[in-house]
């Protein structure tokens, strides 16, 4: 298998992965990725490339969006054109992707859409964690951590929140909120909004901090978020008041699971990177005439603190 990242010439690539050795067609499997920078969509790259490469037949290649709808949109257009024997998405915006899925799925080409929804079923499968469940997972963890703090639940949460109008923001957002919303002493102070880039959160909750003089705990919406979060609050002295909570749980040593194990955050919730059944179903419709996938596959999350994250690692690294 050989992957080609995009920036340009992404119908010559297509063209190039028609034909292998001896004119034999080999069959392109085209992944519109939305932000190659994120930590979590680059784990998505090189486990879909490691789990491609066991199928000779199959070519891998990967555009990247740079987090822009209009590039991505545009990416997606060109894949169409060039016909590739499977079409996967991770969408940037669930808004901005719906209509080309729906002219790829117009145009009789299998569509995965990848962890990020959008906003009509214009997909042969949906493969996903839940992030309502998760965010509740993250809000009863942290009301079980102020109540042990304070012998019963109260507190003030900052929520560092992801890119607007994505469903994993809005969910797990709501899901957590379900949780704090029973509890009328336990105040959101602050939701400042750091698109899941480290380097935003940092800055952002250096301002929070600057306006809060005491906050309990940081929800990060994604474990990039959480750690610029604890960065900021580092480099102001105040780390030790708080705890910081994450979303992702990658592996790897820059991953989410080893700063739980570093005693950054005091836990992560896994979202699985989807890749491992979406090569599973992608395979089968590459290679199984007349296969029918499901039209939604949920995956199940799992929470990961300083007691199992030793085992998380070895888990959900990427070797």
């Known amino acids: 298998m050989t992957r080609i990242s995009i920036a340009a010439g992404l119908a010559l690539a297509l063209i190039a992965t028609s034909c292998g050795g001896g004119g034999k067609r080999q069959l392109v499997v085209a992944f519109s990725q939305?932000?190659?920078?994120?930590?979590?969509?680059?784990?998505?790259?090189?486990?879909?490339?490691?789990?491609?490469?066991?199928?000779?037949?199959?070519?891998?290649?990967?555009?990247?969006?740079?987090?822009?709808?209009?590039?991505?949109?545009?990416?997606?257009?060109?894949?169409?054109?060039?016909?590739?024997?499977?079409?996967?998405?991770?969408?940037?915006?669930?808004?901005?992707?719906?209509?080309?899925?729906?002219?790829?799925?117009?145009?009789?080409?299998?569509?995965?859409?990848?962890?990020?929804?959008?906003?009509?079923?214009?997909?042969?499968?949906?493969?996903?964690?839940?992030?309502?469940?998760?965010?509740?997972?993250?809000?009863?963890f942290i009301v079980d951590h102020l109540t042990k703090k304070y012998g019963k639940p109260r507190g003030q949460i900052v929520a560092m929140r992801g890119l607007l109008g994505v469903e994993g923001e809005i969910n797990r957002d709501r899901g957590a909120k379900e949780i704090f919303d029973q509890y009328p002493e336990i105040k959101i102070v602050a939701d400042p909004v750091a698109d899941w880039i480290q380097a935003k959160a940092k800055d952002r909750m250096t301002e929070v901090l600057r306006g809060q003089p005491k906050i309990d705990v940081v929800y990060g919406h994604n474990d990039p978020m959480a750690i610029g979060a604890y960065l900021a609050a580092k480099e102001l002295g105040r780390d030790q008041e708080m705890i910081f909570v994450g979303v992702d749980g990658l592996g790897g040593e820059a991953g989410g699971i080893k700063k739980v194990m570093d005693g950054i955050p005091a836990a992560t919730f896994v979202y699985p990177l989807c890749v491992d059944k979406a090569v599973e179903v992608g395979n089968r419709i590459l290679h199984e005439p007349g296969f029918r996938p499901d039209r939604d596959y949920v995956l199940d999350s799992i929470m990961v603190t300083k007691e199992n994250a030793a085992q998380m690692y070895e888990k959900f690294t990427v070797k």
């Open 34 to 140: 939305a932000n190659n920078a994120e930590p979590y969509r680059a784990a998505q790259n090189a486990l879909m490339e490691k789990l491609f490469a066991q199928y000779p037949d199959v070519r891998l290649v990967i555009s990247d969006a740079q987090q822009d709808n209009s590039r991505q949109v545009a990416q997606v257009e060109t894949f169409i054109r060039q016909k590739p024997d499977l079409l996967i998405v991770a969408p940037n915006e669930r808004a901005a992707l719906t209509a080309v899925m729906g002219q790829a799925i117009e145009a009789k080409i299998p569509v995965i859409c990848l962890e990020r929804d959008i906003l009509q079923p214009n997909y042969t499968s949906y493969i996903h964690s839940d992030n309502v469940a998760i965010g509740r997972l993250a809000g009863k």
